[in-house]
């Protein structure tokens, strides 16, 4: 069974007891947290598809941490024209691990 969800503006597949780094969430350490923009589900042979969302399914997860991702490098460079620009940035994230995908029975 697996479950897709939207957080943060980009969409996860995810199965129970698995761990997934997301956008950023302003909540702590040791809680759970409940994520009810559910786009699809899947059952074995049975798959749902919400539109945009579907009703009574939930996707409880553990927030482990929160962290940051390796750096990249943002280059801005325009030749012969003596112009060249770094920066540098890092992500924030917050790992969590589901625990449970909850669907209701119709």
């Known amino acids: 069974m697996y479950a897709v969800f ?3 503006g980009k969409q996860y ?5 698995q761990v997934i ?8 350490t040791g809680s759970t947290v409940e994520f009810e ?10 798959i749902e598809i919400g539109n945009p969302f579907l009703n009574g399914v939930k ?12 750096k990249i490098k943002v280059i ?11 920066q540098g940035h890092r992500q924030h994230f917050t790992s969590v691990k589901i625990i449970d995908i909850n669907h209701i029975e119709k």
């Open 6 to 8: 939207l957080s943060g």
């Open 13 to 17: 597949r995810v199965k129970k007891n």
């Open 21 to 28: 780094h997301i956008e950023k969430l302003n909540c702590l």
């Open 37 to 46: 923009n559910i786009l699809m589900i899947s059952n074995k042979n049975k």
């Open 59 to 70: 996707v409880k997860a553990f927030v482990e941490n929160h962290g940051r991702s390796k």
């Open 76 to 86: 801005k460079f325009n030749r012969r024209k003596h112009y060249k620009k770094q």
